[in-house]
């Protein structure tokens, strides 16, 4: 904004934006210079008047706003209204202070090769042009400090608003983190649990070829045993026979042969009696291992099994008590005069397309967590896929809501239809056949449930022979228990679910 310099005081003698106006050497307006002039000379009264080459003080001054005004173009530019600011501010009264601005004015400027000869000179008109154009630019100036301001006040909402997103982008790896941390964590444990068991199925195998070493052991002893107990029968026997007149050299030498192998006898004895308890002791060992084996292996399934009954409860309990259908569908009787009334079907405009496309488009999303298994999101609970599932449901439910719509127009003016629900309390409006549409969610609730049962029935017989009986009824669990594995199904918590069923396994076991 064109203003002038060291002070916001608006100029006091304005001057037209588009130059200094020549005027003719003849005309009816006088020059300024002639005016400043016959100003002067009134008001010295007694001095002679001025030439005229004096008078163009005032001419030059006018001169050297109008040049730099027209130099930048039809705007103001600030470094001429900077040049000519102590001549606004204080515009000279007399012809004294003219002199002076003249006196004042460098010689180097562009104006100051302006002839004096030139009639050309500041006019009430263009002062006051200039004014207006002035108040232009201050308001000019106050509406960009107003924009400026604005932009500021933006500027440092934007910065707090980066710093808040700088914040969040933090938490957010500092949450990642974490979440890496605990699977890393998960993924050991995992890993660790893998190795135990695959150190114990070794030392099993281990156990068992020690086994057979020591039934092996076992059976040469008892051989070399029975060797020595006829090697033993022999000598006694020869002993015998030469008992009627042995020498006295060589009885004592069967004596002593006879004792050592008394001795060896019974160092042999020992052996197989320690022998036969080592074996027993293995075999408490081995017997020991393979009932706990068993046992892990049975809880397991019944883990398993009590999983698999809990994932089927679970999604009957969401079908049978979580799906509801609300049908809404008017009744329209047109009566005129005594003529008697004429019920029209709002069914006729309601074909199977439309309640097949709005079931597929707004009321099936819905349903899509209810047919979805918890461990193949591929597969529907009857075991077909998911889209065959699906085609077969929607086609079922369009057959039953054109029956209950069907129904509803053909029953009699007042009739109240049993549409209610019989798992839900609530009761839908009984003007104009509207209500909940109980048998449509029975007839599709019923279709779902005999296909999780029948999926159900077939997984626990294809467990059957590999568990042995190892089951248990879910009537057995306690009911904090009960409440405890429904609260963390309904949460989707897999770790603490496994958790607490591992801890109910060891306390069982």
Same mark, same amino acid.
């Given at each position: 904004? +064109?203003?002038?310099?060291?002070?916001?005081?608006?100029?006091?003698?304005?001057?037209?934006?588009?130059?200094?106006?020549?005027?003719?050497?003849?005309?009816?307006?006088?020059?300024?210079? &002639? &005016?400043?002039?016959?100003?002067?000379?009134?008001?010295?009264?007694?001095?002679?008047?001025?030439?005229?080459?004096?008078?163009?003080?005032?001419?030059? !001054?006018?001169?050297?706003?109008?040049?730099?005004?027209?130099?930048? *173009?039809?705007?103001?530019?600030?470094?001429?209204?900077?040049? *000519?600011?102590?001549?606004?501010?204080?515009?000279?009264?007399? #012809?004294?202070?003219?002199?002076?601005?003249?006196?004042?004015?460098?010689?180097?400027?562009?104006?100051?090769?302006?002839?004096?000869?030139?009639?050309?000179?500041?006019?009430?008109?263009?002062?006051?042009?200039? %004014?207006? %154009?002035?108040?232009?630019?201050?308001?000019?100036?106050?509406?960009?400090?107003?924009?400026?301001?604005?932009?500021?006040?933006?500027?440092?909402?934007?910065?707090?608003?980066?710093?808040?997103?700088?914040?969040?982008? =933090?938490?957010?790896?500092? =949450?990642? =983190?974490?979440?890496?941390?605990?699977?890393? $964590?998960?993924?050991?444990?995992?890993?660790?649990? $893998?190795?135990?068991?695959?150190?114990?199925?070794?030392?099993?195998?281990?156990?068992?070829?020690?086994?057979?070493? =020591?039934?092996?052991?076992?059976?040469?002893?008892?051989?070399?045993?029975?060797?020595?107990?006829?090697?033993?029968?022999?000598?006694?026997?020869?002993?015998?026979?030469?008992?009627?007149?042995?020498?006295?050299?060589?009885?004592?030498?069967?004596?002593?042969?006879?004792?050592?192998?008394?001795?060896?006898?019974?160092?042999?004895?020992?052996?197989?009696?320690?022998?036969?308890?080592?074996?027993?002791?293995?075999?408490?060992?081995?017997?020991? !291992?393979?009932?706990?084996?068993?046992?892990?292996?049975?809880?397991?399934?019944?883990?398993?099994?009590?999983?698999?009954?809990?994932?089927?409860? %679970?999604?009957?309990?969401?079908?049978?008590? %979580?799906?509801?259908?609300?049908?809404?569908?008017?009744?329209?009787?047109?009566?005129?005069?005594?003529?008697?009334?004429?019920? /029209?079907?709002?069914?006729?405009?309601?074909?199977?397309?439309?309640?097949?496309?709005?079931?597929?488009?707004?009321?099936?999303? #819905?349903?899509?967590?209810?047919?979805?298994?918890?461990?193949?999101?591929?597969?529907?609970?009857?075991?077909?896929?998911?889209?065959?599932?699906?085609?077969? &449901?929607?086609?079922?439910?369009?057959?039953? /809501?054109?029956?209950?719509?069907?129904?509803?127009?053909?029953?009699? !003016?007042?009739?109240?239809?049993?549409?209610?629900?019989?798992?839900?309390?609530?009761?839908?409006?009984?003007?104009?056949?509207?209500?909940?549409?109980?048998?449509?969610?029975?007839?599709?609730?019923?279709?779902?449930?005999?296909?999780?049962?029948? $999926?159900?029935?077939? +997984?626990?017989?294809?467990?059957?022979?590999?568990?042995?009986?190892?089951?248990?009824?879910?009537?057995?669990?306690?009911?904090?228990?009960?409440?405890?594995?429904?609260?963390?199904?309904?949460?989707?918590?897999?770790?603490?679910?496994?958790?607490?069923? /591992?801890?109910?396994?060891?306390?069982?076991?």
């Amino acid at each position: 904004m +064109a203003q002038a310099s060291g002070s916001d005081t608006p100029c006091t003698v304005p001057v037209a934006a588009a130059g200094c106006r020549r005027l003719g050497r003849r005309g009816p307006s006088a020059p300024l210079g &002639m &005016m400043s002039r016959n100003s002067f000379s009134g008001a010295s009264g007694s001095r002679a008047p001025v030439s005229r080459a004096r008078s163009s003080t005032l001419r030059r !001054a006018g001169t050297s706003v109008s040049a730099d005004l027209l130099g930048s *173009s039809g705007g103001f530019s600030t470094a001429s209204l900077q040049d *000519s600011a102590p001549l606004l501010q204080n515009p000279p009264t007399g #012809h004294g202070d003219l002199l002076s601005a003249a006196a004042a004015e460098p010689h180097d400027s562009p104006v100051a090769h302006v002839t004096s000869e030139e009639p050309c000179g500041l006019t009430p008109a263009s002062l006051k042009h200039l %004014k207006r %154009k002035y108040e232009v630019v201050l308001e000019e100036k106050a509406r960009l400090q107003s924009e400026i301001s604005g932009l500021q006040a933006q500027v440092r909402e934007q910065r707090q608003r980066v710093s808040v997103l700088e914040e969040e982008v =933090r938490e957010a790896e500092v =949450r990642q =983190r974490a979440l890496q941390e605990e699977v890393q $964590r998960a993924q050991a444990a995992e890993e660790a649990q $893998r190795s135990r068991a695959d150190e114990l199925e070794r030392c099993n195998e281990k156990l068992e070829e020690l086994l057979a070493a =020591r039934e092996a052991e076992l059976a040469r002893l008892r051989e070399a045993l029975e060797q020595q107990r006829r090697l033993t029968r022999e000598v006694c026997e020869a002993s015998e026979r030469r008992t009627e007149a042995p020498p006295p050299v060589d009885a004592s030498k069967f004596e002593q042969r006879i004792k050592s192998l008394e001795a060896e006898r019974g160092a042999l004895q020992q052996q197989l009696r320690d022998q036969a308890l080592e074996q027993e002791d293995m075999k408490r060992a081995v017997a020991g !291992a393979m009932g706990a084996a068993e046992k892990a292996m049975a809880m397991h399934a019944l883990h398993v099994q009590r999983l698999e009954a809990m994932r089927v409860a %679970k999604l009957m309990e969401a079908i049978n008590y %979580k799906v509801e259908l609300h049908i809404s569908v008017p009744r329209v009787t047109l009566t005129y005069n005594n003529a008697p009334p004429l019920v /029209v079907s709002t069914a006729l405009g309601l074909s199977d397309g439309k309640i097949r496309d709005f079931l597929d488009r707004d009321v099936f999303p #819905h349903f899509e967590p209810l047919w979805v298994r918890i461990d193949a999101l591929d597969q529907a609970p009857d075991g077909s896929t998911k889209r065959t599932y699906c085609t077969k &449901m929607l086609e079922r439910l369009t057959d039953a /809501v054109k029956a209950f719509i069907m129904k509803s127009q053909t029953a009699e !003016a007042g009739a109240d239809l049993n549409i209610s629900s019989t798992n839900s309390p609530a009761q839908g409006p009984a003007g104009g056949g509207a209500g909940r549409a109980g048998p449509v969610v029975q007839t599709a609730t019923s279709a779902i449930a005999d296909g999780v049962s029948r $999926r159900a029935s077939g +997984a626990e017989a294809g467990r059957g022979g590999g568990s042995g009986g190892g089951g248990t009824n879910l009537n057995d669990l306690s009911d904090a228990d009960r409440a405890q594995l429904l609260q963390l199904l309904r949460s989707g918590d897999d770790r603490g679910l496994d958790g607490k069923l /591992v801890q109910m396994l060891a306390g069982r076991s």
